[in-house]
């Protein structure tokens, strides 16, 4: 059968689901028994792995009960359901994440990036933006420009450009957030009952950008490197 799309669409029940971008035409199924029809939906029994290679920057739909999902290459749309396993995403266009109880690592996301997990941590290299909600689980971030950050029991720690629009919430977690030297966002930080800092504060200027942290009972700092 002729697959038509470069997207592709994966359900399984149990077992891992990897999918590799790379030189081929169109989505190829690499391990696991099954087939892909020609609107790029892949059919395999419930409760076995699978692998799948696809075009570079094909979109991907996931959704999974208890297996890993590992994406690797540069893809575009990633979007990931899951109840358990580790949730791991190379490179993407945009990320959208919903867990359960798995831990997620994204590398580089050029646009949005979203997750969403009750327990696991959540760990983004880059990403041209980011919405995280953790309720049990450190949040940790590389660099990005806009965030908005929601941590119920867990660190958060995140790098951000300086320029762009930052809000993180946190009720027992600490909160690290570390933006460059020369950056001057209007900063606006509270705790009811935890410790504020800022370290190597630029001068006053006009704001570039906002900055807003709130914690009910854990430590601020803010640092600039």
Do not use: F, Q, W
């Amino acid at each position: 059968m002729t697959v038509r799309s470069s997207a592709i669409e994966i359900a399984s029940r149990s077992g891992r689901v990897t999918v590799r971008a790379g030189d081929t035409p169109v989505p190829v199924l690499t391990k696991g028994s099954g087939y892909i029809d020609a609107d790029g939906v892949v059919h395999s029994p419930g409760h076995s792995s699978v692998e799948v290679e696809c075009p570079r920057g094909a979109d991907v739909v996931i959704g999974a009960g208890s297996g890993g999902v590992h994406c690797h290459g540069e893809l575009g749309r990633v979007a990931v359901t899951t109840s358990s396993g580790t949730v791991t995403i190379e490179r993407a266009g945009s990320v959208d994440v919903r867990t359960a109880s798995s831990s997620v690592t994204v590398e580089d996301c050029a646009g949005a990036c979203e997750i969403v997990t009750k327990s696991g941590t959540v760990r983004v290299g880059r990403a041209g933006s980011l919405t995280a909600t953790a309720t049990a689980g450190r949040v940790e971030v590389g660099v990005t420009r806009d965030a908005r950050v929601h941590s119920v029991a867990g660190s958060v720690h995140v790098g951000v450009t300086g320029d762009g629009t930052v809000n993180v919430k946190s009720m027992s977690g600490s909160v690290v957030v570390e933006l460059p030297a020369g950056s001057h966002p209007a900063t606006r930080l509270r705790s009811v009952s935890g410790r504020v800092r800022t370290e190597n504060a630029p001068p006053l200027s006009p704001a570039t950008g906002v900055l807003e942290v709130e914690s009910v009972s854990g430590s601020i700092l803010v640092r600039y490197r």
